[in-house]
């Protein structure tokens, strides 16, 4: 079974194969030149030439072992980097996905043109499945090109988010050992784990001892949101330093009250300028207008 | 195959600085060296003048229930002897993974390090030390 | 499905106080490998703590069997805690916070899954207890993974 299968695809994936080997400079020359490897290989013209023998290597590879569809056949390993690589610079111009499958089909006119001169007679067998498999071997290529840019798309919106998180949640030092976070916008599982970790940081750097957590831009306090802020209160105290929640406006008091949210023992103000008195206070430190200006 | 505990080396130092002691853990705390921790200071406190206890664990990589229950009862045991417990330096990544655990040990007091400890203990009216007033223990 | 790879594995016996301390280095150990945050790292290193504790304690002892796990490119770190001791007969209650039928704070089980990602507890009366846990290296919390 397996052998016979072997058998049939051998005759006209390995004429593809012998094709491929032979023609390799050729096909190399032709492809340089499109704007797929032209604009990622863009120091030299010799460098775009050996970008795309080592992809015409790769499918001689693949059309040998016979597995014209397999995504996952061992030849595309040697180029996914490369694939990779140039999707990327691709899609950092702003192309899309299926934008970029479509310059790796538009690879495929040219070495049809090759294979078909190939054949003296281009209605023969040989040549129609020669073809065809040329079709289904670079159909595989665009998957596999597609496949690359699609995960690197994805990593590149894992970062992002990341980032995003570690913009959005800044630790700000308001005084010696008094330091504040802003929180701004929905405080989900994922902001709260990363304001918790930088705010115990910088806790440790600032040598803090009271640590102000500003709930002013949070829009909606839900019991989930009173959760996060009381995790992050008894983990700041367990280092030592003292939490006060500021910027409970009166709609969010109202609906923590409303819902039945136990804020425990968790220190609350109204203002952040009320909370900062309020640690300047316990650290013994008075703040009063000099004596000239009143 | 069986790991053996390594004896005497690992014990852990109680130092005593006028009326305090300072107790410094540094990296793998057995249970027995926990429980054998919890009774030497129990022990020092009961002899001496002692008035306060730090314990720094700054050197400590993990507290789990267990070493967090041992804390607490060293906190609580010297308290009746009235004498002041503050638990100092503990890591920032050590105090997610207790609150996550569910363990706040909300009946101790605590330091960013040992200078901040021996600052609070200086204050003697303050009974949480941090100027907060004292949780439900 | 996560591939394991069996060479991967290894036994750590949970017979002592000492084992204990043995856990959580060769857990501290793998975790630094697969290259999981310092936070990641103390969460499933106090898990497994917390687990071995339970495998020695409740359990009359057993051992930990420690796998890497490859996920889609994400790596994981899957601990199993076995023993063949009474087993738990009402699990639901076992991982209540604050229930105990030791001398403990009744944290461990329940405490140990809110450190971890995923969270399995195989045992009945009489058969012994298995606990799995797995964690996965990444720098997303875990509410955020799902979405990906």
């Keep these: 079974m397996q052998l016979s299968e072997q058998e049939t695809v051998a005759s006209s994936a390995r004429a593809l194969t012998g094709f491929l080997t032979r023609r390799r400079e050729q096909i190399a020359q032709r492809w340089a030149d499109v704007p797929l490897f032209r604009s990622v290989f863009t120091v030299s013209r010799d460098e775009a030439v050996e970008a795309c023998k080592s992809v015409v290597d790769a499918l001689a590879v693949v059309a040998s072992t016979g597995r014209l569809e397999d995504i996952e056949a061992p030849g595309f390993d040697t180029v996914r980097e490369q694939l990779g690589s140039m999707s990327g610079s691709r899609s950092r111009i702003g192309l899309s996905p299926a934008r970029i499958a479509e310059e790796v089909a538009a690879l495929r006119p040219s070495v049809a043109e090759l294979l078909r001169a190939e054949f003296p007679d281009p209605a023969a067998t040989e040549a129609t499945e020669g073809l065809l498999d040329l079709t289904i071997l670079m159909g595989t290529l665009r998957l596999v090109t597609m496949q690359t840019a699609l995960s690197a798309g994805e990593e590149l919106i894992a970062r992002q988010r990341q980032q995003l998180h570690e913009v959005a949640t800044p630790v700000i030092n308001l005084w010696e050992g008094i330091v504040a976070v802003p929180l701004i916008g929905t405080l989900d599982s994922a902001r709260s784990q990363v304001v918790m970790e930088s705010l115990l940081q910088s806790i440790v750097t600032q040598r803090a001892r009271y640590v102000i957590l500003d709930i002013t831009g949070v829009p909606t306090v839900d019991s989930l949101v009173a959760q996060h802020l009381m995790k992050t209160v008894a983990a700041a105290r367990l280092m030592g330093a003292d939490c006060v929640v500021s910027g409970i406006r009166p709609a969010t008091a109202q609906t923590i009250v409303q819902l039945g949210i136990d804020l425990g023992s968790v220190l609350t103000r109204a203002s952040l300028a009320d909370a900062l008195a309020y640690a300047l206070r316990h650290q013994d430190i008075d703040v009063s207008a000099r004596a000239s200006l009143r | ?137 | 499905m996560a591939a394991r790879d069996p060479a991967m594995t290894i036994r750590v016996p949970i017979r002592s106080d000492a084992d204990l301390s043995w856990v959580r280095q060769q857990v501290r150990r793998r975790a630094a490998e697969l290259a999981f945050g310092l936070v990641q790292q103390t969460k499933l290193v106090t898990a497994a703590s917390e687990l071995a504790r339970n495998t020695l304690v409740y359990g009359g002892g057993g051992h930990m069997e420690i796998t890497s796990l490859g996920h889609g490119g994400t790596d994981g770190l899957c601990l199993s805690f076995v023993d063949d001791g009474p087993g738990i007969r009402d699990v639901r209650l076992a991982m209540t916070d604050g229930y105990t039928t030791g001398d403990g704070l009744g944290l461990g089980l329940s405490g140990a899954r809110r450190l971890v990602d995923e969270f399995t507890i195989d045992t009945e009366p009489g058969r012994g207890t298995a606990v799995t846990v797995i964690t996965w290296a990444a720098d997303l919390p875990v509410a955020e993974r799902a979405v990906r």
């Design chain 2, 1 to 137: 195959m069986t790991a053996s505990i390594p004896d005497r080396a690992t014990a852990v130092p109680v130092l005593a600085l006028g009326q305090t002691l300072l107790v410094s853990v540094q990296g793998e705390l057995y249970d027995t060296l926990a429980e054998q921790l919890q009774h030497d200071i129990t022990l020092r406190v009961a002899d001496s003048e002692v008035s306060g206890v730090i314990i720094d664990i700054s050197g400590v990589e993990i507290v789990d229930s267990y070493l967090g229950r041992v804390l607490a009862e060293i906190a609580a045991g010297a308290r009746l002897m009235a004498a002041r417990t503050v638990l100092a330096g503990m890591r920032p990544d050590v105090a997610i993974t207790l609150v996550e655990l569910g363990l706040t040990l909300p009946g101790l007091i605590t330091a960013l390090d040992v200078e901040c400890a021996l600052e609070l203990l200086a204050r003697p009216s303050a009974p949480n030390g941090s100027g907060l007033p004292e949780r439900a223990a």
